[in-house]
């Protein structure tokens, strides 16, 4: 069964630090996402990306925040500098371009800002 | 305001018992979905539910919307000690007139323990 792939699974960085985490979407969708989750709280909506465009962002989502779609299969996150507030799972999702079809979540990365 | 806010926050049970878990929202909605997430792993998609729907089967799953109360809630039934989780209702709204992007908007979660 085809699934997201989300890497590294697990990422610890200094404060200041770029990092860059990794997403492999379901081949056949077109709309793609960023949520995070802060540990013990709830996931919250970073940025959705449809046609090789952000189509939504959310006020989390600053300009220390940045996705990208370099190659047609994967779809990155990328923080310039990352602060000890912007540690969280990360989870990336996909879905096909009918309305009202599910999100299919990837497995997380858990990124540790030190 | 907040989408998809479950209660109970937390819920214990024995092995066989139903688990009833809510969720309200607060704007109109194209659908509500419903994930679960095993401690600090993924989320996995349970059941969708679409804004002109009022109930769905899906295995021991059951789910309810009542979009006049702007509510949900999903029932499992028979519950097993491997369905011990956190469920999410996640809301997506409903963008009258405009494009919709498919943004969902998550609930705290019920943290669901089932024991053998």
């Known amino acids: 069964e085809p699934e997201v792939t989300q890497t590294p699974s697990h990422q610890v960085t200094q404060m200041g630090q770029e990092v860059i985490l990794r997403c492999v979407p379901i081949?056949?969708?077109?709309?793609f996402y960023w949520y995070r989750q802060i540990l013990g709280q709830k996931v919250e909506f970073l940025v959705s990306f449809y046609n090789n465009e952000i189509s939504e962002k959310s006020e989390i989502f600053d300009d220390q925040f940045s996705v990208e779609r370099p190659d047609g299969s994967n779809f990155t996150l990328k923080i310039r500098s990352t602060k000890l507030e912007d540690s969280a799972m990360y989870f990336c999702?996909?879905?096909?371009?009918?309305?009202?079809?599910?999100?299919?979540f990837g497995q997380g990365t858990r990124l540790t800002v030190v | 305001s907040q989408q998809g806010e479950e209660d109970p926050q937390a819920l214990s049970i024995q092995e066989g018992e139903n688990a009833t878990m809510n969720c309200s929202y607060k704007?109109?909605?194209?659908?509500l979905q419903w994930y679960r997430q095993n401690s600090g792993r993924g989320l996995v998609h349970l059941i969708l539910?679409?804004?002109?729907?009022r109930e769905k089967h899906s295995g021991r799953l059951r789910v309810t919307l009542d979009t006049s109360k702007k509510s949900s809630s999903l029932l499992i039934t028979a519950s097993r000690a491997a369905d011990t989780a956190s469920y999410f209702c996640?809301?997506?709204?409903?963008?009258?007139?405009?494009?919709?992007?498919?943004?969902?908007?998550f609930g705290q979660g019920t943290i669901l323990t089932v024991h053998p």
């Open positions: 539910i679409r804004s002109n729907e």
């Open positions: 999702a996909s879905r096909v371009r009918q309305a009202n079809t599910e999100a299919f």
């Open positions: 704007t109109s909605i194209n659908n």
């Open positions: 081949s056949n969708h077109l709309y």
């Open positions: 996640a809301a997506r709204r409903s963008n009258a007139g405009g494009t919709s992007y498919g943004k969902l908007t």
